[in-house]
Protein backbone atom coordinates (compact mmCIF):
# COMPACT_ATOMS: atom_id res chain seq x y z
CA UNK A 1 0.00 0.00 0.00
CA UNK A 2 1.25 3.55 -0.78
CA UNK A 3 2.19 6.20 1.74
CA UNK A 4 -0.04 8.38 -0.12
CA UNK A 5 -3.36 6.33 -0.21
CA UNK A 6 -3.17 5.94 3.32
CA UNK A 7 -2.30 10.00 4.50
CA UNK A 8 -4.89 11.15 1.83
CA UNK A 9 -8.70 10.97 2.50
CA UNK A 10 -10.11 8.50 -0.12
CA UNK A 11 -12.36 10.89 -2.61
CA UNK A 12 -15.68 9.05 -4.21
CA UNK A 13 -15.49 8.10 -7.85
CA UNK A 14 -18.28 8.48 -10.16
CA UNK A 15 -19.32 5.09 -10.21
CA UNK A 16 -19.45 5.91 -6.41
CA UNK A 17 -21.81 8.24 -6.91
CA UNK A 18 -23.96 6.07 -9.37
CA UNK A 19 -23.81 3.62 -6.50
CA UNK A 20 -24.97 6.39 -3.43
CA UNK A 21 -27.33 7.19 -6.34
CA UNK A 22 -29.08 3.82 -7.07
CA UNK A 23 -29.01 2.77 -3.03
CA UNK A 24 -31.00 6.23 -2.27
CA UNK A 25 -33.68 5.40 -5.21
CA UNK A 26 -34.04 1.71 -4.30
CA UNK A 27 -34.99 3.74 -0.88
CA UNK A 28 -37.17 5.86 -2.47
CA UNK A 29 -39.09 3.41 -4.33
CA UNK A 30 -39.78 1.38 -1.01
CA UNK A 31 -41.33 4.21 0.21
CA UNK A 32 -43.13 4.28 -3.41
CA UNK A 33 -44.24 0.99 -2.95
CA UNK A 34 -45.48 1.64 0.85
CA UNK A 35 -47.54 4.79 -0.10
CA UNK A 36 -49.06 2.43 -3.35
CA UNK A 37 -49.91 -0.31 -1.09
CA UNK A 38 -52.03 2.25 1.53
CA UNK A 39 -53.32 3.96 -1.40
CA UNK A 40 -54.47 0.49 -2.67
CA UNK A 41 -53.13 0.87 -6.17
CA UNK A 42 -50.05 2.03 -8.50
CA UNK A 43 -48.80 5.33 -7.70
CA UNK A 44 -48.89 7.20 -11.20
CA UNK A 45 -46.08 9.64 -12.59
CA UNK A 46 -46.70 12.69 -14.35
CA UNK A 47 -44.37 11.26 -17.15
CA UNK A 48 -42.84 14.31 -18.23
CA UNK A 49 -42.30 15.46 -14.86
CA UNK A 50 -40.18 12.85 -14.29
CA UNK A 51 -38.20 13.41 -17.62
CA UNK A 52 -37.24 16.75 -16.74
CA UNK A 53 -36.61 15.27 -13.18
CA UNK A 54 -34.04 13.10 -13.79
CA UNK A 55 -32.52 14.98 -16.87
CA UNK A 56 -31.96 17.83 -14.73
CA UNK A 57 -30.62 15.45 -11.97
CA UNK A 58 -28.68 13.81 -14.65
CA UNK A 59 -27.10 17.35 -15.90
CA UNK A 60 -26.18 18.99 -12.70
CA UNK A 61 -24.24 15.51 -10.97
CA UNK A 62 -22.03 15.42 -14.23
CA UNK A 63 -21.58 19.39 -14.10
CA UNK A 64 -20.56 18.88 -10.29
CA UNK A 65 -18.08 16.30 -11.06
CA UNK A 66 -16.67 17.66 -13.64
CA UNK A 67 -16.41 20.87 -11.73
CA UNK A 68 -14.27 18.80 -9.12
CA UNK A 69 -11.76 17.14 -11.83
CA UNK A 70 -11.32 20.59 -13.62
CA UNK A 71 -10.22 22.29 -10.59
CA UNK A 72 -7.85 19.92 -9.29
CA UNK A 73 -11.03 18.74 -6.23
CA UNK A 74 -10.35 22.98 -5.26
CA UNK A 75 -14.18 23.42 -5.44
CA UNK A 76 -14.00 26.43 -3.57
CA UNK A 77 -11.87 28.19 -6.32
CA UNK A 78 -14.99 27.65 -8.47
CA UNK A 79 -18.06 30.01 -9.10
CA UNK A 80 -20.67 27.69 -9.56
CA UNK A 81 -24.34 27.68 -8.74
CA UNK A 82 -25.32 24.71 -5.85
CA UNK A 83 -28.03 22.72 -6.24
CA UNK A 84 -31.59 24.01 -7.19
CA UNK A 85 -33.22 25.02 -3.69
CA UNK A 86 -30.11 26.81 -2.60
CA UNK A 87 -31.13 30.04 -0.39
CA UNK A 88 -32.75 27.05 1.89
CA UNK A 89 -28.78 25.02 1.45
CA UNK A 90 -27.33 28.07 2.61
CA UNK A 91 -29.12 28.27 5.36
CA UNK A 92 -28.70 24.88 6.30
CA UNK A 93 -27.08 24.64 9.77
CA UNK A 94 -25.88 21.33 9.33
CA UNK A 95 -23.35 22.30 6.81
CA UNK A 96 -22.30 25.83 8.73
CA UNK A 97 -18.98 24.39 9.77
CA UNK A 98 -16.45 25.94 7.29
CA UNK A 99 -15.06 22.58 6.30
CA UNK A 100 -17.95 21.69 4.05
CA UNK A 101 -17.28 24.47 2.40
CA UNK A 102 -13.47 25.02 2.31
CA UNK A 103 -12.22 21.11 2.15
CA UNK A 104 -12.83 19.88 -1.46
CA UNK A 105 -13.62 16.13 -0.06
CA UNK A 106 -16.75 17.60 1.99
CA UNK A 107 -17.82 20.07 -0.22
CA UNK A 108 -18.53 17.23 -2.68
CA UNK A 109 -20.34 15.03 -0.32
CA UNK A 110 -22.16 18.50 0.78
CA UNK A 111 -23.27 19.22 -2.68
CA UNK A 112 -24.14 15.69 -3.59
CA UNK A 113 -26.43 15.26 -0.61
CA UNK A 114 -28.19 18.10 -1.57
CA UNK A 115 -28.54 17.40 -5.22
CA UNK A 116 -29.38 14.30 -4.31
CA UNK A 117 -32.34 15.01 -2.17
CA UNK A 118 -33.64 17.81 -4.08
CA UNK A 119 -34.11 15.02 -6.75
CA UNK A 120 -35.60 12.65 -4.22
CA UNK A 121 -38.27 15.66 -3.54
CA UNK A 122 -38.64 16.18 -6.92
CA UNK A 123 -39.86 12.97 -7.41
CA UNK A 124 -41.96 12.69 -4.37
CA UNK A 125 -43.57 15.30 -5.87
CA UNK A 126 -44.05 14.34 -8.99
CA UNK A 127 -46.51 11.43 -8.04
CA UNK A 128 -49.34 12.33 -9.45
CA UNK A 129 -53.18 11.83 -9.28
CA UNK A 130 -53.69 10.28 -5.67
CA UNK A 131 -54.79 10.79 -2.58
CA UNK A 132 -53.56 14.17 -0.88
CA UNK A 133 -53.00 12.77 2.22
CA UNK A 134 -50.92 9.74 0.79
CA UNK A 135 -48.54 12.13 -1.02
CA UNK A 136 -48.09 14.56 2.20
CA UNK A 137 -47.18 11.01 3.78
CA UNK A 138 -44.62 10.07 1.02
CA UNK A 139 -43.10 13.76 1.01
CA UNK A 140 -42.75 13.25 4.88
CA UNK A 141 -41.38 9.97 4.69
CA UNK A 142 -38.71 11.01 2.19
CA UNK A 143 -37.58 14.16 4.14
CA UNK A 144 -37.49 11.69 6.92
CA UNK A 145 -34.91 9.64 4.86
CA UNK A 146 -33.10 12.31 3.85
CA UNK A 147 -32.60 14.05 7.36
CA UNK A 148 -31.90 10.09 8.45
CA UNK A 149 -28.36 9.92 6.17
CA UNK A 150 -27.16 13.01 6.30
CA UNK A 151 -23.40 13.22 6.10
CA UNK A 152 -23.25 15.49 8.56
CA UNK A 153 -24.58 12.49 10.80
CA UNK A 154 -22.14 10.22 10.73
CA UNK A 155 -18.55 10.35 12.06
CA UNK A 156 -16.40 9.74 9.21
CA UNK A 157 -18.55 12.30 6.85
CA UNK A 158 -18.26 14.90 9.11
CA UNK A 159 -15.71 17.34 9.58
CA UNK A 160 -16.19 18.91 12.78
CA UNK A 161 -16.56 15.41 14.31
CA UNK A 162 -12.98 14.28 12.62
CA UNK A 163 -11.59 17.30 13.56
CA UNK A 164 -13.09 16.58 17.51
CA UNK A 165 -11.62 12.89 17.60
CA UNK A 166 -8.46 13.91 16.25
CA UNK A 167 -7.75 16.09 18.97
CA UNK A 168 -9.20 14.57 21.93
CA UNK A 169 -7.96 10.90 21.10
CA UNK A 170 -11.51 9.72 20.63
CA UNK A 171 -12.50 10.73 24.26
CA UNK A 172 -15.24 12.12 22.45
CA UNK A 173 -16.70 8.97 20.98
CA UNK A 174 -16.23 7.54 24.66
CA UNK A 175 -18.82 10.17 25.84
CA UNK A 176 -20.80 10.29 23.49
CA UNK A 177 -21.62 6.71 23.80
CA UNK A 178 -22.38 6.95 27.68
CA UNK A 179 -24.89 9.98 26.62
CA UNK A 180 -26.46 7.16 24.21
CA UNK A 181 -26.28 4.05 26.80
CA UNK A 182 -27.81 6.42 29.06
CA UNK A 183 -30.46 7.58 26.92
CA UNK A 184 -31.20 3.95 25.60
CA UNK A 185 -31.92 2.99 29.25
CA UNK A 186 -34.52 5.77 29.81
CA UNK A 187 -36.02 5.03 26.29
CA UNK A 188 -35.59 8.95 25.60
CA UNK A 189 -33.58 10.94 23.83
CA UNK A 190 -32.34 13.95 26.26
CA UNK A 191 -31.87 17.50 25.21
CA UNK A 192 -30.20 19.15 28.45
CA UNK A 193 -28.81 18.54 31.64
CA UNK A 194 -31.79 17.67 33.61
CA UNK A 195 -30.18 17.71 37.40
CA UNK A 196 -29.90 21.63 36.03
CA UNK A 197 -33.19 22.14 37.15
CA UNK A 198 -35.73 21.39 39.74
CA UNK A 199 -39.49 21.45 39.72
CA UNK A 200 -41.06 24.05 42.09
CA UNK A 201 -37.38 25.59 43.04
CA UNK A 202 -35.81 26.92 39.67
CA UNK A 203 -38.66 26.32 37.60
CA UNK A 204 -42.38 26.24 37.88
CA UNK A 205 -41.76 28.32 40.91
CA UNK A 206 -44.12 31.09 40.84
CA UNK A 207 -45.46 31.04 44.41
CA UNK A 208 -49.29 29.40 45.39
CA UNK A 209 -51.27 27.28 46.73
CA UNK A 210 -52.87 24.23 45.56
CA UNK A 211 -56.47 24.67 47.00
CA UNK A 212 -58.54 21.59 45.12
CA UNK A 213 -57.71 18.58 44.30
CA UNK A 214 -59.48 15.61 41.77
CA UNK A 215 -58.74 12.26 39.78
CA UNK A 216 -58.00 14.60 37.20
CA UNK A 217 -56.27 17.90 38.35
CA UNK A 218 -55.27 20.01 40.37
CA UNK A 219 -56.51 23.58 41.05
CA UNK A 220 -53.41 26.14 41.87
CA UNK A 221 -54.10 29.76 43.11
CA UNK A 222 -51.21 32.37 42.87
CA UNK A 223 -50.15 34.34 45.45
CA UNK A 224 -50.71 38.20 44.08
CA UNK A 225 -48.35 40.57 43.62
CA UNK A 226 -50.50 43.37 43.47
CA UNK A 227 -52.63 45.62 45.96
CA UNK A 228 -55.95 45.25 43.46
CA UNK A 229 -56.55 42.81 41.07
CA UNK A 230 -58.80 42.57 38.34
CA UNK A 231 -62.52 41.66 39.62
CA UNK A 232 -62.61 38.78 36.87
CA UNK A 233 -60.12 36.06 37.58
CA UNK A 234 -57.97 34.47 34.88
CA UNK A 235 -58.28 30.61 34.56
CA UNK A 236 -55.75 28.85 32.60
CA UNK A 237 -55.91 25.52 30.94
CA UNK A 238 -52.59 23.78 29.81
CA UNK A 239 -52.17 21.10 27.80
CA UNK A 240 -52.59 17.42 29.27
CA UNK A 241 -50.27 16.15 27.01
CA UNK A 242 -47.48 18.06 28.00
CA UNK A 243 -46.61 19.31 31.61
CA UNK A 244 -48.21 22.60 32.77
CA UNK A 245 -45.04 24.61 33.60
CA UNK A 246 -44.12 25.58 30.03
CA UNK A 247 -46.27 28.42 31.07
CA UNK A 248 -44.51 28.84 34.21
CA UNK A 249 -40.35 28.51 33.37
CA UNK A 250 -37.88 30.13 35.02
CA UNK A 251 -38.94 33.27 36.43
CA UNK A 252 -38.19 35.93 34.08
CA UNK A 253 -39.91 33.56 30.95
CA UNK A 254 -43.10 32.65 33.34
CA UNK A 255 -46.47 33.71 31.83
CA UNK A 256 -48.19 33.13 35.13
CA UNK A 257 -45.85 35.42 36.76
CA UNK A 258 -45.94 37.67 34.47
CA UNK A 259 -49.98 37.42 33.95
CA UNK A 260 -50.21 37.85 38.37
CA UNK A 261 -47.49 40.86 38.20
CA UNK A 262 -50.04 42.58 35.69
CA UNK A 263 -52.72 42.05 38.71
CA UNK A 264 -54.28 39.55 37.56
CA UNK A 265 -56.14 36.42 39.98
CA UNK A 266 -54.54 33.83 38.47
CA UNK A 267 -55.60 30.43 38.39
CA UNK A 268 -54.40 27.29 36.74
CA UNK A 269 -55.22 23.34 36.38
CA UNK A 270 -52.26 21.29 36.72
CA UNK A 271 -53.78 18.03 35.10
CA UNK A 272 -52.99 14.10 36.69
CA UNK A 273 -50.49 12.24 34.21
CA UNK A 274 -52.36 9.62 32.81
CA UNK A 275 -52.12 6.00 35.00
CA UNK A 276 -54.16 2.69 34.87
CA UNK A 277 -56.92 4.12 37.07
CA UNK A 278 -57.58 6.78 33.88
CA UNK A 279 -57.63 4.18 31.22
CA UNK A 280 -61.67 4.71 30.03
CA UNK A 281 -61.41 8.44 30.67
CA UNK A 282 -63.15 10.57 27.58
CA UNK A 283 -63.33 13.99 26.29
CA UNK A 284 -66.23 14.38 28.43
CA UNK A 285 -64.86 14.14 31.45
CA UNK A 286 -61.42 16.78 30.42
CA UNK A 287 -64.54 18.84 29.33
CA UNK A 288 -67.52 18.23 32.62
CA UNK A 289 -64.92 17.06 35.17
CA UNK A 290 -62.02 19.06 33.80
CA UNK A 291 -62.84 22.64 32.73
CA UNK A 292 -66.66 23.07 33.77
CA UNK A 293 -65.43 21.88 36.81
CA UNK A 294 -62.79 23.75 37.55
CA UNK A 295 -64.82 27.03 36.29
CA UNK A 296 -67.90 26.67 38.54
CA UNK A 297 -64.86 26.55 41.83
CA UNK A 298 -63.26 29.52 40.65
CA UNK A 299 -66.65 31.61 39.96
CA UNK A 300 -67.71 29.72 43.46
CA UNK A 301 -64.73 30.53 45.22
CA UNK A 302 -64.53 34.59 44.14
CA UNK A 303 -68.50 34.75 44.35
CA UNK A 304 -67.99 36.21 40.40
CA UNK A 305 -70.31 35.57 37.63
CA UNK A 306 -67.63 34.47 34.92
CA UNK A 307 -63.80 34.01 34.40
CA UNK A 308 -61.37 35.01 31.78
CA UNK A 309 -60.36 31.69 29.81
CA UNK A 310 -57.03 30.72 28.42
CA UNK A 311 -56.82 26.99 26.29
CA UNK A 312 -53.51 26.16 24.90
CA UNK A 313 -53.03 23.48 22.44
CA UNK A 314 -55.24 20.57 22.97
CA UNK A 315 -56.25 22.13 26.47
CA UNK A 316 -57.72 25.18 23.50
CA UNK A 317 -59.20 22.70 21.51
CA UNK A 318 -61.49 21.27 24.46
CA UNK A 319 -62.23 24.57 25.81
CA UNK A 320 -63.63 25.38 22.57
CA UNK A 321 -65.95 22.74 23.02
CA UNK A 322 -66.63 23.66 26.51
CA UNK A 323 -67.88 27.05 25.28
CA UNK A 324 -69.86 25.03 22.53
CA UNK A 325 -71.80 23.00 26.01
CA UNK A 326 -72.18 26.48 27.65
CA UNK A 327 -73.68 28.22 24.62
CA UNK A 328 -75.91 24.91 24.64
CA UNK A 329 -76.98 25.26 28.10
CA UNK A 330 -78.17 28.78 27.89
CA UNK A 331 -74.53 29.44 30.37
CA UNK A 332 -72.54 31.07 28.33
CA UNK A 333 -71.69 34.27 30.18
CA UNK A 334 -70.07 31.67 32.48
CA UNK A 335 -66.93 33.02 30.74
CA UNK A 336 -66.18 36.32 29.96
CA UNK A 337 -63.64 35.82 27.20
CA UNK A 338 -61.63 32.62 25.84
CA UNK A 339 -57.74 33.28 24.69
CA UNK A 340 -56.34 30.32 22.57
CA UNK A 341 -52.50 29.74 22.40
CA UNK A 342 -52.17 27.80 19.19
CA UNK A 343 -55.47 25.96 19.23
CA UNK A 344 -57.06 24.44 16.38
CA UNK A 345 -60.84 22.98 16.10
CA UNK A 346 -60.97 22.66 12.21
CA UNK A 347 -58.06 19.96 11.84
CA UNK A 348 -58.45 19.99 7.48
CA UNK A 349 -55.34 21.93 7.20
CA UNK A 350 -53.66 20.23 10.09
CA UNK A 351 -50.53 19.55 8.87
CA UNK A 352 -48.09 16.59 9.23
CA UNK A 353 -49.44 15.38 12.37
CA UNK A 354 -53.06 14.58 10.72
CA UNK A 355 -50.70 11.61 8.47
CA UNK A 356 -50.41 10.05 12.12
CA UNK A 357 -53.95 8.74 12.14
CA UNK A 358 -54.42 6.20 9.81
CA UNK A 359 -55.74 2.73 10.50
CA UNK A 360 -52.21 1.61 10.72
CA UNK A 361 -51.14 3.91 13.53
CA UNK A 362 -54.25 3.45 15.42
CA UNK A 363 -53.32 -0.37 16.02
CA UNK A 364 -49.56 0.76 16.96
CA UNK A 365 -51.46 3.20 19.43
CA UNK A 366 -53.63 0.32 21.12
CA UNK A 367 -50.88 -1.42 20.97
CA UNK A 368 -48.58 0.58 22.93
CA UNK A 369 -51.17 1.42 25.31
CA UNK A 370 -51.64 -2.13 26.84
CA UNK A 371 -51.63 -0.49 30.30
CA UNK A 372 -54.54 1.66 29.74
CA UNK A 373 -52.38 5.05 29.00
CA UNK A 374 -50.10 5.81 26.50
CA UNK A 375 -46.64 6.26 27.82
CA UNK A 376 -45.54 9.36 27.19
CA UNK A 377 -42.38 9.15 25.75
CA UNK A 378 -43.81 7.91 22.72
CA UNK A 379 -45.70 11.11 22.25
CA UNK A 380 -42.77 13.17 22.54
CA UNK A 381 -41.35 11.07 19.59
CA UNK A 382 -43.54 11.72 17.58
CA UNK A 383 -43.66 15.62 18.17
CA UNK A 384 -40.03 15.14 17.68
CA UNK A 385 -40.38 13.36 14.45
CA UNK A 386 -41.99 16.52 12.97
CA UNK A 387 -38.50 18.37 13.54
CA UNK A 388 -36.22 15.88 13.23
CA UNK A 389 -33.55 17.63 11.56
CA UNK A 390 -33.58 19.97 14.82
CA UNK A 391 -34.78 17.50 17.36
CA UNK A 392 -33.58 14.33 16.47
CA UNK A 393 -30.38 14.35 14.13
CA UNK A 394 -28.86 17.65 15.86
CA UNK A 395 -28.83 15.92 19.21
CA UNK A 396 -27.38 12.78 17.79
CA UNK A 397 -24.56 14.58 16.57
CA UNK A 398 -24.22 17.12 19.66
CA UNK A 399 -24.34 14.62 22.35
CA UNK A 400 -23.21 11.33 20.36
CA UNK A 401 -20.71 12.26 18.36
CA UNK A 402 -19.03 15.47 19.36
CA UNK A 403 -19.69 14.33 23.19
CA UNK A 404 -20.91 17.88 24.04
CA UNK A 405 -22.06 18.21 27.51
CA UNK A 406 -25.75 19.27 27.32
CA UNK A 407 -26.59 22.81 27.80
CA UNK A 408 -28.75 23.72 30.79
CA UNK A 409 -32.00 25.47 28.99
CA UNK A 410 -35.39 25.09 31.43
CA UNK A 411 -37.81 24.90 27.94
CA UNK A 412 -35.69 21.87 26.64
CA UNK A 413 -35.95 20.24 30.26
CA UNK A 414 -39.76 20.61 30.24
CA UNK A 415 -40.20 19.15 26.44
CA UNK A 416 -38.40 16.05 28.21
CA UNK A 417 -40.65 15.88 30.95
CA UNK A 418 -43.52 13.81 29.30
CA UNK A 419 -46.64 12.93 30.56
CA UNK A 420 -48.70 10.13 30.07
CA UNK A 421 -52.27 10.02 27.92
CA UNK A 422 -55.35 7.89 28.16
CA UNK A 423 -55.32 5.37 26.05
CA UNK A 424 -59.34 5.44 25.50
CA UNK A 425 -59.37 9.54 25.60
CA UNK A 426 -56.28 9.46 23.05
CA UNK A 427 -57.85 7.13 20.74
CA UNK A 428 -60.69 9.17 20.05
CA UNK A 429 -59.02 12.53 19.76
CA UNK A 430 -57.27 11.53 16.82
CA UNK A 431 -59.97 9.49 15.29
CA UNK A 432 -63.02 11.68 16.26
CA UNK A 433 -60.79 15.53 15.63
CA UNK A 434 -57.92 14.77 13.43
CA UNK A 435 -58.80 12.03 11.14
CA UNK A 436 -63.01 12.70 10.58
CA UNK A 437 -62.95 16.51 11.45
CA UNK A 438 -66.35 16.24 13.68
CA UNK A 439 -66.04 18.83 15.79
CA UNK A 440 -66.86 21.75 12.99
CA UNK A 441 -69.74 19.59 12.16
CA UNK A 442 -72.94 20.78 13.84
CA UNK A 443 -74.22 18.20 16.01
CA UNK A 444 -71.44 15.48 15.32
CA UNK A 445 -70.03 15.24 18.93
CA UNK A 446 -72.29 15.28 21.71
CA UNK A 447 -70.70 15.91 25.10
CA UNK A 448 -73.00 14.36 28.19
CA UNK A 449 -75.69 13.62 25.47
CA UNK A 450 -76.11 17.67 24.30
CA UNK A 451 -75.18 17.80 20.67
CA UNK A 452 -72.68 20.78 20.17
CA UNK A 453 -72.11 23.32 17.21
CA UNK A 454 -69.41 25.69 17.29
CA UNK A 455 -71.17 28.48 15.78
CA UNK A 456 -73.35 28.91 18.50
CA UNK A 457 -70.15 30.29 20.55
CA UNK A 458 -70.46 33.74 21.27
CA UNK A 459 -67.68 34.49 23.68
CA UNK A 460 -65.58 37.36 23.36
CA UNK A 461 -62.05 35.04 21.66
CA UNK A 462 -58.54 36.27 21.26
CA UNK A 463 -56.56 33.85 18.82
CA UNK A 464 -53.19 33.65 18.72
CA UNK A 465 -51.37 31.35 16.04
CA UNK A 466 -47.55 30.95 15.84
CA UNK A 467 -46.03 31.56 12.32
CA UNK A 468 -43.32 28.86 12.39
CA UNK A 469 -45.64 26.32 14.23
CA UNK A 470 -45.08 22.66 13.11
CA UNK A 471 -47.54 21.56 15.30
CA UNK A 472 -50.63 23.47 15.10
CA UNK A 473 -50.22 25.85 11.67
CA UNK A 474 -50.73 29.15 10.92
CA UNK A 475 -53.89 27.91 8.41
CA UNK A 476 -55.41 25.77 10.85
CA UNK A 477 -55.54 27.90 13.92
CA UNK A 478 -57.01 30.78 11.60
CA UNK A 479 -59.87 28.24 10.83
CA UNK A 480 -61.03 28.85 14.77
CA UNK A 481 -62.23 32.01 13.48
CA UNK A 482 -64.29 30.76 10.80
CA UNK A 483 -66.49 28.53 13.19
CA UNK A 484 -66.88 31.02 16.27
CA UNK A 485 -69.81 33.73 16.02
CA UNK A 486 -68.66 36.22 18.81
CA UNK A 487 -65.75 39.00 18.31
CA UNK A 488 -62.32 38.12 17.55
CA UNK A 489 -59.24 39.41 17.36
CA UNK A 490 -56.70 37.11 15.84
CA UNK A 491 -52.65 37.73 16.26
CA UNK A 492 -49.98 36.12 14.48
CA UNK A 493 -47.04 35.70 16.49
CA UNK A 494 -43.62 34.92 15.74
CA UNK A 495 -41.67 31.75 16.01
CA UNK A 496 -43.61 28.71 17.00
CA UNK A 497 -45.80 26.43 19.10
CA UNK A 498 -43.58 26.88 21.86
CA UNK A 499 -41.35 30.11 21.59
CA UNK A 500 -44.07 31.44 19.78
CA UNK A 501 -46.63 31.70 23.31
CA UNK A 502 -43.31 31.94 25.37
CA UNK A 503 -42.19 35.37 24.72
CA UNK A 504 -41.52 37.67 27.68
CA UNK A 505 -41.38 41.35 26.90
CA UNK A 506 -38.78 41.78 28.63
CA UNK A 507 -36.94 39.20 25.99
CA UNK A 508 -37.36 41.70 22.89
CA UNK A 509 -37.20 38.80 21.07
CA UNK A 510 -39.69 38.16 17.63
CA UNK A 511 -42.11 40.22 16.65
CA UNK A 512 -46.25 40.18 15.97
CA UNK A 513 -48.69 41.11 13.57
CA UNK A 514 -52.18 41.71 14.28
CA UNK A 515 -55.16 44.14 12.41
CA UNK A 516 -57.18 46.84 14.36
CA UNK A 517 -60.24 45.35 12.13
CA UNK A 518 -61.48 41.46 11.59
CA UNK A 519 -59.97 40.47 8.64
CA UNK A 520 -62.47 38.30 6.32
CA UNK A 521 -59.72 35.75 5.28
CA UNK A 522 -56.00 34.54 6.56
CA UNK A 523 -54.89 36.33 3.08
CA UNK A 524 -56.49 39.68 4.28
CA UNK A 525 -55.22 39.52 7.33
CA UNK A 526 -51.94 38.78 6.02
CA UNK A 527 -51.81 41.57 3.64
CA UNK A 528 -53.34 44.12 5.76
CA UNK A 529 -51.38 42.75 9.18
CA UNK A 530 -49.08 45.06 10.74
CA UNK A 531 -46.25 44.35 12.37
CA UNK A 532 -44.88 45.06 16.11
CA UNK A 533 -41.34 44.32 17.14
CA UNK A 534 -41.51 42.37 20.71
CA UNK A 535 -43.80 40.39 22.46
CA UNK A 536 -47.20 40.18 21.97
CA UNK A 537 -48.38 39.63 25.57
CA UNK A 538 -48.87 43.33 26.51
CA UNK A 539 -51.33 43.42 23.57
CA UNK A 540 -53.20 40.86 24.99
CA UNK A 541 -53.66 42.21 28.69
CA UNK A 542 -55.11 45.31 27.22
CA UNK A 543 -57.77 43.20 25.35
CA UNK A 544 -58.58 41.86 28.16
CA UNK A 545 -59.04 44.77 30.28
CA UNK A 546 -60.84 45.63 28.19
CA UNK A 547 -63.31 42.83 28.62
CA UNK A 548 -63.76 43.68 32.02
CA UNK A 549 -61.95 46.91 33.59
CA UNK A 550 -63.20 46.66 36.77
CA UNK A 551 -60.92 46.36 39.95
CA UNK A 552 -61.18 45.03 43.63
CA UNK A 553 -58.56 45.09 46.55
CA UNK A 554 -56.64 41.99 47.49
CA UNK A 555 -58.57 40.22 50.52
CA UNK A 556 -60.28 37.04 51.77
CA UNK A 557 -60.40 34.76 49.03
CA UNK A 558 -58.04 36.68 46.80
CA UNK A 559 -55.43 35.11 48.69
CA UNK A 560 -54.78 31.20 47.84
CA UNK A 561 -56.15 29.37 50.75
CA UNK A 562 -58.05 32.29 52.66
CA UNK A 563 -61.31 31.59 51.35
CA UNK A 564 -63.91 28.44 51.68
CA UNK A 565 -60.92 26.20 49.69
CA UNK A 566 -57.83 25.70 52.23
CA UNK A 567 -54.81 25.49 50.80
CA UNK A 568 -53.47 21.67 50.25
CA UNK A 569 -49.87 22.35 49.15
CA UNK A 570 -47.68 24.40 48.22
CA UNK A 571 -47.57 24.93 44.55
CA UNK A 572 -46.90 23.64 42.03
CA UNK A 573 -48.46 20.39 43.96
CA UNK A 574 -48.01 16.67 43.49
CA UNK A 575 -49.61 16.46 40.65
CA UNK A 576 -47.06 17.97 37.92
CA UNK A 577 -44.30 15.67 39.77
CA UNK A 578 -46.28 12.43 39.08
CA UNK A 579 -44.99 9.56 36.58
Not at 201 to 220: C, D, F, H, M, W
Request: with cysteine.
Amino acid sequence: MKEQDVMEPHLPTLQDMQQWTQVLGRAQQLLLEQAAGAAGRTLPFDPEAVARIQTSFADEGLALWQRFLTSGGLLRDQPEPPPSGSPAAARDRRFADPAWTEHPFYDLIRQSYLLLSDYLMRMADAVDGVDPRQKAKLRFATTGLLDAIAPSNFPLTNPMVVQRTIQSGGENLVKGLKHMLADLEKGQLSHTDGTAFEVGRNIASTPGKVIKETPLYQLIHYAPTTGTVMETPLLIFPPWINRFYILDLSPEKSFVKWAVDQGLSVFLVSWKSADGSMKDLVWDDYILNGQLDAIDTVRDLLDVPSVHTIGYCVAGTTLAATLALLAARGEADKVASATFFTAQVDFSKAGDLALFVDDEQMKMVEQLSSGGFLDGRYMAATFNLLRGRDLIWNYVVNNYLLGQDYPPFDLLYWNGDTTNLPARWHKDYLTQLYRDNLLVQPGAISVAGTPIDLRQVRTPAYVQAGREDHIAPLESVWKLTEHFSGPIRFLLAGSGHIAGVVNPPAAGKYQYWSCDESQPTLEAFLAQAKETRGSWWPDWIEWIRGQTPATVPVKGARRPGKGRLKAIEDAPGRYVKSR
